[in-house]
């Protein structure tokens, strides 16, 4: 069975610094881009990051600059490095997983197309 789970998730002031890891199992890694989607209570879940087979990458405009998405496939584990961290990035984050489109990134514009979810880590940035 393909699983996702997560872990890096905290608290953090305002200005702090996360990174969260998605380690991936019961699949062949390379056959899927991976990236992190985030969800508020009350709001629908959004795309964070997302990267491909070759490592091209695409990432929300509010987070553009400050957080930044690798991988290691050798590991099959997904990261997500969360640099200068403001309130509003305050939310249950989510590994995510679909078969690649040849060298595109994971497209963030469509959860619904997400084929496998990590269970989420949280992060709360406190002001």
């Known amino acids: 069975q393909v699983q996702l789970v997560e872990s890096g998730g905290g608290s953090v002031q305002s200005g702090g610094s996360l990174r969260l890891s998605c380690a991936g199992s019961?699949?062949?890694?390379?056959?899927?881009?991976m990236g992190w989607f985030r969800q508020d209570p009350g709001k629908e879940r959004a795309g964070v990051a997302g990267i491909g087979r070759y490592g091209s990458t695409t990432y929300a405009d509010s987070v553009k600059g400050r957080f930044t998405i690798t991988q290691d496939s050798a590991k099959r584990t997904l990261y997500l490095q969360m640099n200068s961290l403001k309130p509003e990035d305050t939310a249950m984050y989510y590994c995510?997983?679909?078969?690649?489109?040849?060298?595109?990134?994971?497209?963030?514009?469509?959860?619904?197309?997400?084929?496998?979810w990590g269970q989420g880590t949280q992060v709360t940035v406190s002001s």
């Open positions: 995510a997983a679909a078969p690649c489109r040849g060298w595109l990134p994971l497209s963030l514009s469509r959860p619904s197309d997400i084929n496998y």
């Open positions: 019961g699949y062949s890694y390379s056959s899927y881009c």
